[in-house]
């Protein structure tokens, strides 16, 4: 694993890696504690997954915005404490990918 390149080596990624999926968890990062969301079916592929985040305000919330096909490069950005729902929407597009859309409040 490769956390930070050795020092007097640069790295980079020489391929795109595309956003595959948006979650949200609690606690701590290192622990990992990934919520499940309702999941609801839509039109033509798509579906939403909602996270209803009232009731956990004593928790540090994340959102985890997880790249490539198996999730291998995460980047996480804490959600402030009046957000009380997110919704992320997956909608597939004409190439076989998916457009992914966040919308919390």
């Known amino acids: 694993m490769v956390a930070h390149p050795p020092p007097g080596f640069t790295g980079f990624i ?3 890696i595309f956003l595959n999926a948006v979650g949200v ?3 701590p990062l290192e622990d990992r504690a990934t919520l499940i969301g309702d999941y609801r079916k839509l039109r033509h592929g ?3 997954v909602t996270y209803q985040l009232a009731g956990l305000e004593k928790y540090d919330r994340w959102m985890l915005c997880q790249y490539g096909l198996g999730n291998e490069i995460v980047v996480a950005r ?3 404490q009046p957000v009380g729902q997110c919704v ?3 909608t597939p597009d004409k190439f076989n990918g998916k457009t992914i859309a966040v919308a919390c409040k």
């Open 14 to 16: 020489p391929t795109k």
């Open 25 to 27: 968890s609690t606690g």
């Open 46 to 48: 798509a579906f939403t």
């Open 78 to 80: 804490r959600i402030s």
């Open 88 to 90: 992320v929407t997956y």
